[in-house]
């Protein structure tokens, strides 16, 4: 059963879709709905859900500042909008549909379809996770597991230079060329995978790949990596950073 929050600054609008909704009675829950975005972002913010019915046009704030918002978006994204304008910026926000109101029942079943795809994709990508893992843990293997654009990506510690944050995104950059790997994962979820003893997070928005640095400006506050890429040190990080050493 999936658990549902529903978004819309409109009474009705969330009694026309919760009546829809209840079509699949067997598939989802509706366990809360708002009309005020504040409440709803705590509500979120607090709770695990599985899906969210989101209107983009409310008066106080809008749908993609509700989901700026929120601290963690694991969870499929459905955009409610009147406006067929918002459907590129809907998907570009990580949702998984769109619905155009006046909502209809063909349209509502296929994105219960979609919903339900994405977690059984989420469910075997988590599977596969935990064999590779434990296989990896077995032989000992360094290799560094990275989830993208529905595939797993293997890289070595050797082949990362740099991470840069990009809000909820992280861009991994690689040694021996220019390739980068996007990741719908912030920094600090990014600094929990990479082995401490190799990686070091030396700004808010970098990681670096230790046994790449090449030169430390210290009175510029930059390291020098290979490729020579300027990475800025933090102040508050810099001490730490040379105890490294």
């Given amino acids: 059963m999936l658990r549902a929050v529903i978004v819309d600054d409109e009474p009705k609008a969330i009694q026309g879709l919760s009546w829809e909704l209840s079509s699949f009675d067997n598939d989802i829950e509706i366990i809360e709905t708002f009309t005020d975005a504040?409440?709803?972002i705590k509500y979120i913010n607090k709770?695990?859900?599985?899906?969210?019915f989101?209107?983009?046009?409310?008066?106080?704030?809008?749908?993609?500042?509700?989901?700026?918002?929120?601290?963690?978006?694991d969870f499929a994204i459905i955009i409610t909008t009147a406006y067929n304008e918002y459907a590129i910026k809907a998907?570009?926000?990580?949702?998984?549909?769109?619905?155009?109101?006046?909502?209809?029942?063909?349209?509502?079943?296929?994105?219960?379809?979609?919903?339900?795809?994405?977690?059984?994709?989420?469910?075997?990508s988590e599977k596969?996770?935990?064999?590779?893992?434990?296989?990896?843990?077995?032989f000992n293997r360094r290799k560094i597991?990275?989830?993208?654009?529905?595939?797993?990506?293997?890289?070595?510690?050797?082949?990362?230079?740099?991470?840069?944050?990009?809000?909820?995104?992280?861009?991994?950059?690689?040694?021996?060329?220019n390739k980068?790997?996007?990741?719908?994962?912030?920094?600090?979820?990014?600094?929990?995978?990479?082995?401490?003893?190799?990686?070091?997070?030396?700004?808010?928005?970098?990681?670096?790949?230790?046994n790449k640095i090449k030169e430390f400006l210290k009175s510029d506050g930059y390291v020098v990596l290979e490729n020579n890429h300027k990475i800025p040190v933090s102040r508050q990080r810099k001490s730490d950073f040379l105890e490294k050493f």
């Fill in 180 to 210: 980068k790997i996007v990741v719908t994962k912030k920094l600090k979820e990014i600094n929990l995978l990479l082995p401490e003893e190799h990686f070091f997070r030396i700004h808010n928005s970098f990681i670096i790949n230790l």
């Fill in 91 to 124: 998907l570009k926000n990580q949702a998984i549909d769109y619905l155009l109101k006046p909502i209809d029942s063909d349209d509502l079943e296929d994105t219960i379809g979609r919903i339900r795809q994405h977690y059984k994709k989420k469910n075997n």
């Fill in 38 to 40: 504040e409440k709803a």
């Fill in 145 to 177: 597991r990275i989830n993208t654009d529905g595939k797993l990506v293997f890289l070595s510690e050797d082949e990362i230079l740099f991470v840069e944050s990009d809000g909820n995104y992280s861009t991994i950059y690689t040694t021996g060329g």
């Fill in 128 to 138: 596969v996770e935990k064999i590779l893992s434990s296989f990896n843990k077995k």
């Fill in 54 to 73: 989101l209107d983009i046009e409310m008066p106080t704030m809008g749908g993609f500042q509700l989901l700026e918002k929120l601290e963690d978006k």
């Fill in 47 to 52: 709770n695990n859900i599985d899906c969210l």
